[in-house]
């Protein structure tokens, strides 16, 4: 099929003039000219159905009514006074929001910022400043943002880390749950949580445990790969926290905000964790993000430990307010739920038909198709995944893939039954074209991804 790109594929040629490329992971040449619910029309004036969400900022869809209102109206009132210096109502009302709506039975408080990247950061001073303790335990593979302190979290690409060093010292990375490649090559029938004595270990053999300050942990894995921890794991890693007086840190910049069928992701396993961190689709989109945790724990760094000029803006503050009230009222954490549930039974179905497809995961609307070459040796087929997704793009269909193979399907959860199905069938017919051999090599030049 031939899609008309021309005034797309000017603006790129324009970017890539001025724009510094390694801010860019492209997979197609997609000029957003607007967006609403869960449909982004380009430049050509193409319309796509989005599934991935402006990489999962968009959960109550693009240009929602009530987030426009509620941007307008603030913009009418002023656009920014800093919360370093004065005080503003939204940030007030969203602060009593979001400590209502995230799990814990104990007294919270919240700290605002602009970014996922920077909320990290921020977690990494609470922790330390609240525990006197120096180290912090992430997961390999995991990505946490570009800031220092959320690089040195990251452990998902050399790439990002080349040239850049010396990184955020004491953070150390272990192997994150992940029963479809296990790294101890271990299956249901004969694991012994290895992944977790590996941790056992660590603290027996390198990382005093008495100088942990936190473990910090996406509910789902996604950069990864939308990886679901076993609850086992969860249940045995948020124990020893508690024994040993380390902080369990929740993740959710994006697994947070209604994504997996729950207001948070780490509800799914009955915790109630010390620090939630939350950004992307807290304000659909507009730059904010938060740390919501215990009280003593915020309240732990003398002024002025964290803040920041531009942060908890108030017109992404009644962007928040307003994304927290459709989620409410739109009952999106049940579509969520229920479309998800729905979307991965199709996607079940298809990898009964096609060996390509190795494994689908996730929760609600967090679903990762991981396409492999042999389904024994489960070999990544990153080609696969980059030609799938770029045949979808030209159905009209934006579906983007992480850890090299594995589709990303997070819809706004706005997203309609009929829409759904829609794009399933795109990625079938095209997953059917790569099959055929008729996906040709030249579009890997395009979709590099992730
Ligand atoms: C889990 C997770 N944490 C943090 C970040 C960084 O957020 P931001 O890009 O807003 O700095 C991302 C972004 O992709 C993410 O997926």
Redesign the pocket.
Known sequence: MVLTVQNCIEIVKEDEKVICQSSRLPYYPLVVKRAKGAIVEDLDGNQYIDLLSS??AANIGHSHPKVVAAIIEQAQEFVHYTPVYMYHEPLVKLAKELVDITPGNFRKKVVFGL????A?DGVIKLARAYTGRSKIITYIQ??????YG?LSMSAISTSMRIKVGPLVPDIHHIPYPDCYRCLFGKNEENCNMECFTFLENAFKYYIPIEEVAAIVI?PIA??AGIIVPPKRYMDRLYSLCKEHEILFVS?E???GFGRTGKWFGIEHFNIQPDMI?M??SIASGLPL?AIVAREEIIESLGTPGHLFTTGGNPIACRAALATIEVIREENLIDSAKELGAYTKERFIKMKDKYPLIGDVRGLGLSIGVDLVKDRLTKVKDRNAAAKVCYRCWEKGVLVTFFSNNVLRIQPPLVISREQIDKALDIIEESIMEYIEGSIPDEVLEVAKGW
């Open positions: 990489a999962a970014s996922g990247s920077d990290n995991s990505y946490h943002g570009a800031t959320a996406e996604g950069d993740e910049v994006q697994q961190v950004g992307k993000s």
